[in-house]
């Protein structure tokens, strides 16, 4: 059954940084979002002393689909330095970017993700074929120079397909999972630049 109430758990950022040497933090794990099927979770991961950094690990689950995505962002632990609101800023970019990659991934199991493949793959052979009779006219017989005269036409002329259909299809599968935590968050800047992604593209 599906998560149709989206809850968003609120993060004590301060209590963290100034307890983070307490040993039941580091074994703690925060559940900071569960929606439609997706759980996204953050523990403390590493202390980086030499740049006195806390590293944080986040990761989302689908359990739809049995996939999964890991990230991670860094706060200093040094009380002048710490900033509640470049916290949640970077929060914020991490949970984007973990769905961002769950959403690639459902793109790349799509009918027509795996079809352009398919032509990049055949336009590649057609360059191939193409250079090598270019070499032929010009009575090239070198190996080595046919070799690398071929993968050069090939790279320099190829079509990037597959990014046709990302661009087409991007934020298809989760940006309604992305809009409402924005939309929870009161992330109205990230929130409109989903919708603009998706308008973008809409019917291309």
């Known amino acids: 059954m599906r998560d149709v ?22 074994e703690k794990t925060w559940r900071i979002f569960n929606y439609d099927n997706t759980l996204v979770i953050m523990n403390l991961e590493q202390i980086d002393v030499k740049r006195k950094k806390i590293i944080f690990k986040l990761r989302v689950d689908d ?20 900033n509640v609101t470049v916290f949640k800023k970077d929060l914020d970019y991490s949970i984007r970017l973990i769905y961002d990659m769950l959403d690639d991934n459902y793109i790349r199991k799509t009918k027509e993700y795996k079809d352009a493949i398919k032509r990049e793959d055949e336009y590649k052979e057609k360059l191939k074929k193409r250079a090598n009779n270019i070499l032929d006219e010009d009575d090239v017989t070198n190996e080595e120079i046919r ?20 661009n087409k299809l ?11 935590y924005f939309s929870l968050v009161g992330n ?12 973008k593209f809409a019917g291309a």
């Not at 991007?170 to 409402?180: E, Y």
């Not at 990230?190 to 992604?197: A, H, N, P, Q, V």
Request: charged content about 40%; aromatic content about 18%; glycine content about 2%.
């Open 5 to 26: 109430t989206p809850v968003r758990t609120e993060i004590d950022f301060d209590y963290i940084v100034e307890n983070f040497l307490e040993k039941e933090l580091w």
């Open 63 to 82: 359990f739809e689909d049995e996939d999964y995505e890991i990230t991670t962002f860094s706060v200093p632990y040094q009380k002048e330095h710490r």
């Open 147 to 166: 070799r690398i005269f071929v993968e050069e036409y090939a790279y320099e002329n190829s079509e990037n397909f597959t990014r046709d259909v990302e």
């Open 170 to 180: 991007k934020w298809k599968f989760m940006g309604h999972v992305i809009k409402t």
């Open 188 to 199: 109205d800047e990230e929130y409109e630049k989903i919708c603009k992604k998706q308008l």
